[in-house]
């Protein structure tokens, strides 16, 4: 073994040593350097696990009047009206087989639902800037409920409900207190197992925890409601199983306030969430220079290490979720965060989580916002969505230790391959002008990797059409991708490229590289 990494360390230095790193011509004609480089996976062991259905996106309850910054952005992408006929968005989730979706949002804490004993009039959201968020309270009809749950089996999408956590409490703009009145949200759960209705999670709340956003609940009494909303499922799916997940808290990671919440709620939270809105608003005219920047890249490393600690330190098995991420705020921002430039910090995210311990990643959204996976008024995918289907597809459960020598340009992940031999390169190039050469390097390989006669190395290279980072329109191996007529979604086809050849990486391009030829002892 020793003699193994010994080795492996000499090649690499001979390696980088023979390269002297900037070659003659950019490879595709967008650069002027080629930079050569190694990846190297540790293949010993795994070091993190993610669901099978890591891949996540939400829907939101934001009504047409939701404005930010002079920009109304959602259209009819509410749960209250989004149009569950249109072709496109069910082959959008059917593509995934199955989408996770979080179901929840801001106004969830302020949406009643309109079972049969719910007393209050069940009217919809009307915007009133007196009103905290900006709106008054909600309802969601049984009528609608009905229709979201056909759409849901049709598409079969795994669903996770947000309940409003506020209810029954006295509510200022810095904190709520008392407990938590669960009569409504309790009728609202009964009538959606009488309906058979399959639910994968109850979410208590969204964004309490902590500072909150519009309010706080102190993490002592989130953890006492969190213990109710467990009673709930258990005594409601007595007799069901699976029983679906408890999920909390739903908010902005609060070190002090996680800790206490997970010494005290026990074992009552099956998934402990968190939001992520790390670069900033989304009026920021510099989110580019942030996603391209890998030290800005990096700052997110500390929240999911310092949530991993706390929840191995815990007493609990609760997992960690990412359960919403629209990476800038108020709604992101038109032609950067639903466009090509965004899915270098989107697959970021989703490697860098994967490599400590997250088990799903919910984005920020399906549709709605300037955020949205699919186009608010076309529904037509934007270049995130095509991202996210390739890692859902590519990027096995086993997540691998893996890292780049060559420049800092590049960000590197790895995975055992998923339903398939071998494993799954995932590389990013944020650099503009160099393109690079990746060789790649295993530790703990079981068989001696061979190239000669072995299958083809499977590759998708993800670009911009006209090279235009802040285009809508992806292309892979040099071909738009877009839905036909029938809205179905296109093929994504790789190219077969020699194992012994190094994998190219253009300026600011994206590569997924499928390696079946490698047997691992982390994939075995």
Partial sequence: MGSQIRLLGLCLLVYLVSFSFIGVNALNGRGNGAVKGIVVVH????????????????LDWWPPQKCDYGRCSWGHASLLNLDLNNKILLNAVKAFSPLKIRLGGTLQDKVIYGTKDNRQPCTPFVWNPNEMFGFTQGCLPMYRWDELNSFFQKAGAKVIFGLNALAGRSVNSTSAVGPWNYANA?????????????????????????????????????????????????????????????????????????????????????????????????????LTEKILDPSYLDGEA????????????????????????????NSGHHLVSDAFVY????LD???????????????????????????????????????ALLWHRLMGR????????????????????????????????????????????????????HHLGEPARREYHLTPKDGDLHSQIMLLNGKILTVNSAGDIPPLNPIYVDSSKPIIVGPLSIVFAHIPNVVLSACS
């Fill in 302 to 329: 500390s929240t999911f290490s310092s949530l991993k600690s706390i929840l191995q330190s815990s007493a609990t098995k609760a997992k960690a979720w990412v359960g919403e991420a629209g990476g800038a705020y």
């Fill in 186 to 286: 309790e009728s609202f759960i009964r009538y959606t197992v009488g309906k058979k209705y399959t639910i994968h999670g109850w979410e208590l709340g969204n964004e309490l925890c902590g500072n909150g956003v519009g309010t706080t609940i102190t993490a002592d009494q989130y953890a006492s409601d969190v213990a109710a909303l467990r009673n709930i499922v258990q005594n409601v799916y007595r007799e069901i199983e699976p029983k679906p997940l408890v999920i909390a808290p739903g908010g902005f990671f609060d070190a002090n306030w996680f800790k206490e919440f997970m010494s005290k709620s026990g074992e009552c939270a099956d998934v402990v969430t968190h939001h992520i809105y790390n670069l900033g608003p989304g009026v920021d005219d510099h």
């Fill in 343 to 346: 899915s270098f910090w989107y």
């Fill in 398 to 449: 086993r997540v691998l230790s893996t890292t780049f020598y060559g420049t800092k340009k590049i960000r590197a992940y790895t995975h055992c391959a998923k339903e398939s031999k071998g494993i799954t390169i995932l590389l990013l190039n944020l650099d503009n002008c160099t393109t690079i050469q990746a060789k790649v390097a295993l530790t703990f390989t079981k068989e001696p990797y």
């Fill in 43 to 58: 293949g010993k062991s795994a070091i993190g696990r993610i669901d099978d259905d890591f891949v996540c996106a939400t």
């Fill in 349 to 387: 995210q989703l490697g860098m989580s994967a490599t400590y311990g997250t088990k799903t990643y919910c984005r920020q959204s399906l549709i709605g916002g300037n955020y949205g996976l699919l186009n608010t008024s076309t529904f037509l995918p934007n270049p995130d969505y095509y991202s």
